[in-house]
């Protein structure tokens, strides 16, 4: 029988607010453990939370990004569950009303636009971390995660490949980043993902089994387990099994999903209003204000780049993948005016040398300006190509403008028609035979004379220039 698989993914984002969502304690990463912590982090009893204002706009940001609906009003509650790194007993967080509702994304597959919908954005607290000894039969809990600022992305049932899920994820994480309200980093858990994943007979409109995957620290893992887990559910089911609800987690060293616990139904929670926290309002004025802060967001940055700036859309697609490569990007074009040129050396030897000793293009030592200005001097011959890529190495190095460095070693580009023929007519005189060779039909001493042009000039000859001249040199009769 042929299957189809139905992907739904729940992301955690967690928000780049200064402090948690309830109390004003530090959400800095990489204190000591229970550093960060206050008599609400810990649950004192008798202690009121307090909600943070910037978590909610915050939250609508991603909302209004994701054309969601921001509900007037919005309710927080308590989702109960036992664990040793939840000291409340609860975890504070919205359901029936949460802060948005309905919303969408499009990811772009070969096939074309798909839109991916979203069930509800809502709020939470992040819950503590549990840290396992090594050498002794204990566990220790960190409640410096306690309470940090979470937004909870809930996405429909309406993925249908681990390649989907995949591009969906980075959709995501893209417009977080642009909004800069959540840094993205998957390794430090400030962006989280799980997967429910079914199968269903081709045709077929009801869903099948659901399993939840968890434990998935990077989008190829994710892609993954998701192409493990379909295999092995589709195994049971040829093999006359059932697939049982239950949660799973992805083992990257062994490739595999295995068991962790049955899964829990939203009933098991025992959702309940916070009697401690009031309705959340929210008027339509709120809503505008904070509309009008909102960035360009990727997608529509990239197809203005193909309209304004004339480049493929795979060059867009690299170049707006992250905000601040798209900022150093259009601050070289409006140095030199050469989009294409400009796009082809930022996403060649600008990402190379940045990649390569994983960098952020903040801190590249060569400015757009500079960059800008070395495209410039290739377009109006100062330079040959081959020189700039010497220049730019120097310019990487000590972060000196390209000018400079030309002033400095005196590499300029001969251009000087007059200079080039005086050359050409001394390699000629001094290589009378293979002159005779060449007008015989032996076409390829061509690049032998023009390569000894070169080596009189010490390689600073416009090779174009060159060619042109040395073409009616050698073709000449005289």
Known sequence: MEYESVIGLEVHAQLLTKTKIFCGCSTEFGAPPNAHTCP??????????????????????????????????????????????????????????PLSENGYVEIEMAEGKRKIGLTRIHMEEDAGKLVHDEHAPFSYVDLNRGGMPLIEIVGEPDIRSPEEAAAYLRRLHEILVYLEICDGNMEEGSFRCDANVSLRPKGQEAFGTRVELKNMNSFRNVQRALEYEIKRQEYVLESGGKIVQET???????GVTLPMRSKEEVHDY????????????????????????????????????????????????????????????????????????????????IMRLINDEKMDIKNCPISPASMGEMITLIED????GKMAKDIFGEMYQTGKAPKTIIAAKGISQINDEESLVQAIDAVIQANAAQLEQYRSGKDKLFGFFIGQVMKMTQGKANPQVLNDLMRKKLDSPS
């Open 381 to 384: 011959g100062t330079i040959s």
């Open 270 to 349: 025992r959702y309940f209003p916070d009697p401690d926290l009031g309705v959340l309002h929210i008027d339509q004025d709120w809503i505008d204000a904070i509309r009008r802060t909102l960035p360009e967001l990727p997608l529509e940055k990239r197809e203005r780049f193909v309209a304004e700036y004339h480049i493929p859309a795979y060059d867009a697609g690299v170049l707006t993948a992250d905000k601040s490569l798209a900022e150093y990007y259009e601050a070289v074009v409006k140095a030199c005016q050469k989009p294409k040129t400009a796009a082809n050396w930022v996403m060649g030897d």
């Open 248 to 254: 799973r987690l992805w083992n990257e060293l062994q």
């Open 40 to 97: 609400v982090c810990l649950s004192i009893p008798g202690t009121l939370p307090v909600l943070n204002k910037k978590v909610v706009e915050f939250g609508m940001k991603m909302a209004i990004a994701t054309h969601c609906r921001i509900n007037e009003e919005s309710v927080f509650a308590r989702k109960n569950y036992f664990y040793p790194d939840l000291p409340k007993g609860y975890q504070i967080s919205q359901y029936d009303l």
